[in-house]
Nanobody, 127 residues
């Protein structure tokens, strides 16, 4: 059984930082790419960032324009854990953040492509 469990959310002031973690279990391996999405109240779930393996130890990182330069995604392959380092946080970053797994070869920006999802972790940024 595949499980993704997020942690690290919380309340932070604007300009602050948080680091989200997503631990995976089950058959998540290097054949799956991992991504982060977020959903604010009244809005659709949107892509934030993704880590994709290109072969061997080569990987590719993708970011939404709204977080580029502020957020960094990384993956610990040995532990199959993915992280999202969030710096210079803004009130508009407030949302529930989800990690998800998608089979290699599928478009990482399309949430409909993802096979497995975590339960989400709340991030609140106060002004």
């Amino acid at each position: 059984q595949v499980q993704l469990v997020e942690s690290g959310g919380g309340l932070v002031q604007a300009g602050g930082s948080l680091r989200l973690s997503c631990a995976t279990s089950g058959r998540i391996s290097m054949t799956y790419n991992l991504g982060w999405f977020r959903q604010a109240p009244g809005k659709e779930r949107e892509f934030v960032a993704a880590h994709s393996w290109s072969g061997g130890s080569v990987y590719y990182l993708d970011y939404a324009d709204s977080v580029k330069g502020r957020f960094t995604i990384s993956r610990d392959g040995a532990r199959n854990t993915v992280y999202l380092q969030m710096n210079s946080l803004k009130p508009e970053d407030t949302a529930v953040y989800y990690c998800a797994a998608v089979q290699s070869g599928k478009t990482v920006r399309g949430r409909e492509n993802y096979d497995y999802w975590g339960q989400g972790t709340q991030v609140t940024v106060s002004s």
